[in-house]
Structures are given as C-alpha cells and as structure tokens.
C-alpha cells in the first residue's frame, strides 16, 4: 500500500470507488453492446456498493472492540 494509504479499509475503499467510477463511465460511454451486458455491469456496480458496505460495517466493529 504505498498510495499513502492510512488503513487497509481506505485502500479497499479507494479502489472499490475506482472501479464502481470505471464501470459507470464505460455504461455512460455508448459503448454496451446489448442489454445483457448493461445488466451485468449494473450488477457489477451493485455488488461493489454491497463490498464497500460489508468492509464499513467490519471496519466499525472493529473499531467498537477497539474501544
């Protein structure tokens, strides 16, 4: 992690928002070829929000049992 990353979780964070960012621009960019695919992108995109909020949700017991 040598993006200056303080924890893992924003590195996890970061990249997961590169990702669900990529997808939407290449679904804004014209360039699906059908809707199946469209799907599976949104799919895609749906499942990565589901991650980010399992890793915020872990990330806050941990910090709880910190404490």
């Known amino acids: 992690m040598s993006e200056n990353y303080s924890t893992v979780v924003d590195y996890l964070d970061t990249k997961i928002n590169e990702r669900i960012r990529e997808t ?12 199946n695919e469209y ?4 799919g895609v995109i749906q499942g990565l ?9 872990l990330a806050r017991r941990m910090e ?4």
């Open 24 to 35: 939407e621009e290449f679904l804004g960019s014209g360039n699906v070829n059908d809707f």
């Open 39 to 42: 799907h599976k992108l949104c």
């Open 49 to 57: 929000g589901h991650a980010k909020q399992l890793i915020a949700d």
């Open 64 to 67: 709880n049992e910190d404490e």
